[in-house]
């Protein structure tokens, strides 16, 4: 569950306040625990262990691997956009100067990494002013503080998203919300859950301005499905060490005599034992089989791999020179995050868009002249990108080309170069 689905509409202080409630009752635990997994704070069950023994809890944070690993590829290059007839050029322009405005790129990949960990991201969309010389601004809202709100119709259509912000003031606990509809800000302020409206003021987006991005249809985070696994990993590491270092802890056992403490002495300095006669020493230890641990690590990993469809960067085959098709093969389980994340986002951008335009005066409808792009961040092969070029000319339009050529970051600007080099 990512949402609230609510039976009443309207934005009152009880309502608000029973939507806050039910947001950190049911939905925060999950999603608080997602963030500790990417954090390397989740906790690892051991069953009890012997007093004295070593206790060692290493977490292996494969999760902030497979969140780093997923969101650089979609997100590391960034998202470019084009129109698709000459008459927009001017929106684009608007576009673009927006986007430097607010680092989009990096906005972009935030937005990426929280899709990644939390299965859903948020940004605003708002003006930083109320005056004439008002900008637009984009910002990232914390997942951990953020929900949408549906009504409970078939389609569960969004009718506001909430923010919330915990503070101490005079040492009382209190609480700031915000709630944006189609048209207004609601602001409410309280204490223990006890929320009354403060202020309400117009936003002009024209639609809800807190944009919800989905990393797929089922809201699940990319390591969400292998929590389990990510668990039996740390634990299998962490007990293998408590071995390791029982074995440098061990007990030595004489057989057949009996030390005194004095002799004990003798021996921890001079490293020499001079035994009873048929006496023995042995070292008691707990017999441990390497080999199987290891193997039982390199199965957690294949399934965490497998599972996640995020690759494993220490294989030797990613060292070499993979032919494309090699290549192709090895990451097609990321492509195919790559192909939903990029799906949902895409439908997040055109909505940004359409506020720009709308602050701006501009027709909404214009979007659809927007083309947006998305690029693998792979490593550029310029071999591979020659072949491509030649083997393409002719066969497909300059812009598709550039499109496909990991040296090429915006499509857009590299055509314009061409363009304006072939002037006279």
Excluded at 196 to 213: A, C, E, F
Excluded at 378 to 398: F, H, R, T
Aim: glycine share 4%.
């Amino acid at each position: 569950m990512y949402k609230i689905i609510a039976d009443n509409e309207e934005i009152t202080n009880t309502n608000v306040q029973n939507w806050v409630i039910e947001y950190k009752n049911g939905i925060l635990p999950k999603r608080q625990k997602l963030s500790d997994y990417y954090d390397g704070r989740n906790e690892i069950i051991k069953q009890n262990a012997v007093e004295g023994r070593p206790n060692y809890s290493i977490n292996v944070n494969m999760a902030k691997y497979i969140t780093d690993v997923a969101t650089g590829y979609t997100f590391g290059k960034p998202v470019s956009y084009s129109v698709n007839n000459n008459g927009s050029k001017r929106f684009l322009d608007i576009l673009l100067k927006a986007n430097a405005e607010n680092f989009s790129d990096e906005l972009d990949y935030q937005i990426g990494g929280d899709m990644s960990v939390f299965g859903v991201a948020y940004q605003l969309v708002y003006l930083d002013s109320s005056d004439s010389k008002a900008k637009v601004k984009f910002k990232r809202l914390d997942p951990l503080r953020t929900f949408m709100v549906c009504n409970n119709s078939i389609e569960e259509e969004i009718f506001c998203a909430v923010y919330f912000h915990d503070y101490i003031e005079n040492k009382q606990f209190k609480t700031s919300v915000y709630v944006w509809d189609n048209h207004f800000l609601h602001i409410f302020e309280g204490c223990a859950n006890s929320f009354s409206l403060t202020s309400k003021s117009p936003h002009y987006m024209g639609q809800i301005p807190v944009i919800q991005s989905l990393n797929n249809d089922d809201a699940f985070g990319d390591f969400e499905p292998v929590v389990d696994l990510l668990d039996s990993l740390s634990l299998m590491v962490s007990n293998n060490t408590d071995d390791l270092q029982s074995i440098s802890n061990a007990i030595l056992a004489v057989v057949g005599g009996k030390l005194g403490e004095e002799e004990i002495k003798q021996i921890n300095k001079f490293k020499v034992a001079n035994l009873p006669e048929n006496a023995s020493m042995c070292w008691v230890v707990k017999n441990s089989d390497i080999n199987a641990v290891l193997g039982q690590i390199k199965y957690l990993l294949d399934f965490i791999f497998q599972i996640s469809m995020v690759p494993d960067l220490s294989d030797d085959a990613f060292a070499g020179n993979l032919s494309g098709v090699a290549m192709q093969f090895k990451m097609w389980g990321i492509d195919q995050l790559w192909t939903s994340k990029i799906r949902k986002y895409k439908t997040c951008l055109y909505k940004r868009i359409k506020m720009i335009l709308r602050i701006h005066g501009l027709n909404e409808d214009a979007a659809k002249d927007f083309s947006i792009s998305f690029y693998r961040n792979l490593p550029e092969n310029m071999a591979q990108d020659y072949e491509i070029a030649k083997n393409l000319s002719g066969v497909l339009s300059l812009k598709t080309i550039l499109k496909n050529l990991s040296i090429v970051e915006d499509a857009e600007a590299e055509y314009n170069t061409i363009l304006s080099e072939k002037l006279p």
